[in-house]
């Protein structure tokens, strides 16, 4: 079992749509999760970060975090064209230089 | 700006030279890494640096080689020893004992012609 599985997609939704992304984990040691957002031949962008379990919201974006099921979740509201992307989860066991553990990423595309 | 700044952008390499690919950040970062991307293979680790004149392998480090010698710059030679080397590069730096949030450059698309 990989330490991170994300589902690479293709997804492909209307714009307006509600998105969601998601990525399991096997390492219970990790403690801090991430997402991050890739556009076409560029470098990812963190999008969003949260500590432990709960939830984060920003603007359109919430981030889930679900420790004891090992599961963390990206939710786009009102998706647009320009959301289309790769986004990829990432984590990690500690702050302070750890490397990130990445998913593969998952391709999203909103259909105007 | 402070940012990474990752160079060339393009790269092409006959088979069996070494290339090195240049990252530099002026972040103040202690910590730089490098990433491969293939695609569907998501993002896998090279090699990392936690500190200057100190660095660690990753996931995949056979075929490359790095430095560290100055805390802003963390060149990658991707030596003949790495038989696919065809992909694109990734450099990232962290911040140090708070940090999570990497930041990453632009990337390289190294082509073997």
């Known amino acids: 079992q990989k330490e991170v599985e994300q589902d690479p997609g293709p997804l492909s939704v209307p714009e307006g749509a509600i998105v969601s992304l998601n990525c399991t984990y096997s390492?219970?040691?990790?403690?801090?999760f991430m997402w991050y957002r890739q556009y076409s031949r560029k470098g990812p962008e963190l999008l969003m970060y949260?500590?432990?379990?709960g939830n984060k919201e920003d603007g359109r974006f919430t981030a889930q975090v679900d420790k004891s099921s090992k599961y963390i979740s990206l939710f786009i509201r009102d998706s647009q064209p320009s959301d289309s992307a790769t986004y990829l989860c990432?984590?990690?066991?500690?702050?302070?230089?750890?490397?990130?553990?990445f998913g593969k990423g998952t391709r999203l595309s909103v259909i105007a | 700006d402070g940012g990474i700044t990752q160079s060339p952008k393009y790269l092409f390499r006959k088979e069996g030279q070494n290339v090195t690919l240049s990252c530099e950040q002026n972040?103040?970062?202690?910590?730089m890494y490098w990433y491969r991307q293939d695609p569907g293979q998501g993002l896998r680790l090279i090699y990392y640096?936690?500190?200057?004149?100190?660095?660690q392998k990753g996931d995949i480090a056979e075929g490359y080689s790095v430095s560290r010698e100055k805390k802003e710059s963390f060149p990658l030679t991707v030596t003949s020893a790495q038989k696919n080397p065809t992909a694109f590069y990734l450099c990232?730096?962290?911040?140090?004992?708070?940090?999570?949030?990497?930041?990453f450059g632009q990337g390289t698309r190294l082509t073997v012609v």
């Open positions: 990432a984590m990690s066991i500690s702050s302070g230089n750890t490397p990130l553990v």
């Open positions: 390492n219970s040691a990790f403690q801090y």
């Open positions: 949260t500590y432990s379990s």
């Open positions: 972040l103040n970062h202690d910590a």
């Open positions: 640096s936690q500190i200057v004149n100190d660095f």
């Open positions: 990232a730096s962290l911040k140090g004992a708070d940090g999570t949030e990497a930041f």
